[in-house]
């Protein structure tokens, strides 16, 4: 497993570096001028911006720009930000707990209603129940998280005032209060991607179950007198999650534009949020920082995925 390990994290490097490449050229490459407004502000002559601009060496060409902002990005320096005027790392870590924090929890909810569902309802095929999950699970799959936010803001929010529809940072109280506003306020925007997810996640459960059960081992360990939630959990279910977790990890860039979504309508201050904020300001190292740190995170999942595969299938040799 260590080597596996190994070999798998030396291949995410040339990866890794080819899509920073392809990020820094596109947004280098990209119309707009992070100083445009100090060209249209009268008070402020040509020559501070053309000053700025030597000094951030963004005249120079982009492949002289790009080893520069790698060299500099090894080392820990992920450059300045334009509109925020701080460093861009410390934006990133101020942003991306929030974030984690949202995408985990709207996961794990996700989870909690495909895994059970999926399953009771391939046990069950054509029942009552297998109808009634596989009709909403149709519908919320197919409704956009911008549209199902705003239904939670004019109901929950608006209509029963029951939850804050605008994300705050700055809590004010302390103690346990401080955490129960916190979870108050992140109800909504776990509810709206977890659902979503969870509607998907529940037909590929289902398609999966309903696959493995009709096979002969399965027959074979009821044969043998095994009881039902033994062959369902340890033979059943086993196997069936293995593309189910493919699809998972193949989803997770997914997650993350549902996320930047979601966060841009409860105002919530993550890493989303920050990149819509950046491109509306042409804040290029902010986008440029932002983008890699999501294609890493892409990355580490794929691995958490072939990672899982060996548990689920002892079959799957690490070579």
């Known amino acids: 497993m260590s080597r596996y390990l190994l070999r798998r994290l030396l291949i995410a490097v040339p990866s890794i570096i080819g899509i920073s490449v392809i990020l820094f050229t596109v947004l280098a490459l990209a119309p707009g001028d992070p100083f445009e407004e100090l060209a249209t502000n009268p008070a402020i002559p040509p020559e501070v911006r053309a000053n700025l601009r030597a000094q951030f060496g963004l005249d120079d060409p982009v492949a002289l720009r790009y080893f520069r902002w790698f060299g500099a990005m090894v080392q820990g320096d992920w450059g300045f930000s334009f509109a925020s005027r701080i460093d861009v790392d410390d934006l990133i870590l101020q942003r991306i707990p929030v974030t984690l924090l949202i995408i985990g929890s709207s996961q794990l909810l996700a989870l909690a209603i495909a895994l059970p569902v999926g399953i009771y309802a391939a046990m069950r095929p054509y029942s009552i129940f297998d109808q009634i999950a596989s009709t909403l699970s149709l519908v919320g799959f197919s409704l956009p998280t911008f549209f199902t936010g705003i239904l939670f803001i004019l109901f929950f929010s608006i209509y029963l005032d029951w939850l804050p529809f605008v994300y705050r940072a700055d809590i004010s109280a302390t103690g346990w209060r401080w955490y129960w506003e916190h979870v108050r306020q992140a109800i909504m925007p776990v509810a709206v ?38 062959v369902v959990v340890k033979h059943v279910v086993r196997n069936a999650l ?67 595969y060996g548990w689920l299938d002892p079959r799957i040799a690490y070579r």
């Open 193 to 230: 991607l977890g659902l979503f997810q969870g509607a998907a996640w529940t037909r590929y459960v289902r398609s999966a179950v309903l696959d493995v059960i009709r096979l002969d081992y399965v027959t074979t360990a009821r044969s043998k007198g095994l009881a039902e939630r033994v």
């Open 242 to 308: 293995i593309p189910v977790v493919t699809l998972v990890a193949l989803q997770i860039p997914a997650v993350f534009g549902g996320a930047i979504v979601t966060e841009q309508i409860f105002r919530v201050p993550g890493i989303g949020s920050l990149l819509i904020s950046a491109i509306l300001a042409n804040d290029t190292p902010v986008i440029m920082a932002v983008t890699f740190v999501l294609s890493i995170l892409v990355i580490l999942f794929n691995l958490l995925a072939d990672v899982l």
